[in-house]
């Protein structure tokens, strides 16, 4: 922030934070909407579709948020769109099961990029972070599907491990591109570039954020009784 | 009400009738949501997302209402899945316009359909279609981007309309098959059999009401610069 050289300031990193959210919310809607097409039960697409919803959610409180920092949330999503939609493409279900573990690393994943990001903001977004945050969490009803699908054939387990890394091994991948493109956004998440009221603390260091993130991800793949 | 050897009871009637709407708004949730994945733009994306997620917000009521009734919401949908599927296999749009051109259709003729279905209905039934009759018309949007279309291209005009019959056609072909397989839903559309308390006037016949629904259609068609 006293650099004298600053490389982007807080608005263009904040705008391009909020704007990764707000695309990668409308995706997740998206996909998951489509991906309910997918389930064997009329009860399993009401739940992939409730949370569905709760991603356009997300979308409208965060586009909202833009709207009022004065930036084009239009402009704000559109660095964000090749990559995120690559992250899709590339991750693309072929099945119920791959879906729900999908939604599951995507819900909580996305969660635990949120919670570390927000240090990092001015009040205003924070609280539409946190906000978003408290609606997380709609994927814990796949814990239990997919631990019963491995109970009835154990050699799922294996397939979905391997699906498990697939999905994590793409989001680094486009995760790196993002940084790599956007400075300030990198900058942001590397505690270098903060808001002035940002609540930060003295961690801040992007190699120990993935670090965290990786292994609430190998965790969570435990939860669901598979290997990281 | 008054055969000595009433076909089928109201309450059978009256859950098909939500059983139809319930997945039928589910479906519309998914395809919709999945559709938007053809927008060329992301204000495109947003506004059919917002259509999509009313979709569910309709079908969360309506199955909420189900409920209500004693019935298993599931269970009531099951009859129907067959035929919605169907609808929306054979109409599967191949492009952003093909899509925007069903998705107002969808709107306003299952808006015309819940309005005269409504009139059967029993007074709390009647006020959750009413309720959700009254969060339509969000299609209303896709008017200018036809016309617009046109004006750039007026090849495109031929090639909607017929897509614009080919939907309604599906559409007709389906609510036969419903009909032929669900005598107590068919019943109940008819006037034959009705709520207690229904609001049903004098005008109960089915040719007319499907007539009345045509004849809608095509004032839309218009509406959107094609011929019905």
Not at 130 to 153: K, S, Y
């Amino acid at each position: 922030m006293t650099s004298s050289a600053p490389i982007a300031s807080y608005e263009t990193a904040v705008t391009d934070l909020l704007g990764l959210v707000a695309y990668g919310e409308l995706t997740a809607f998206e996909r998951l909407a489509a991906d309910s097409a997918l389930a064997p039960t009329l009860a399993g697409k009401a739940q992939v579709g409730a949370m569905a919803v709760a991603e356009f959610d997300h979308f409208r409180k965060v586009h909202a948020r833009l709207a009022e920092l004065g930036a084009d949330p239009t402009a704000a999503m559109e660095p964000f769109v090749g990559a995120v939609d690559a992250f899709h493409e590339h991750t693309r279900p072929t099945g119920w099961l791959e879906s729900l573990v999908k939604a599951y690393i995507g819900d909580t994943l996305t969660a635990d990029f949120y919670r570390e990001a927000a240090r990092f903001l001015d009040g205003a977004s924070r609280a539409v972070v946190r906000d978003v945050l408290a609606d997380m969490g709609q994927a814990a009803f796949v814990v239990e599907h997919v631990r019963a699908a491995i109970a009835a054939d154990p050699k799922v387990a294996g397939r979905l491990a391997l699906w498990g890394r697939r999905i994590m091994g793409e989001a680094l991948t486009q995760a790196q591109q993002i940084a790599i493109r956007r400075p300030a956004l990198a900058s942001l998440l590397a505690g270098v570039i903060t808001a002035a009221d940002a609540e930060a603390g003295d961690d801040l260091d992007l190699d120990r954020m993935l670090t965290r993130l990786t292994e609430g991800h190998g965790a969570r793949m435990a939860t669901l009784g598979l290997s990281a």
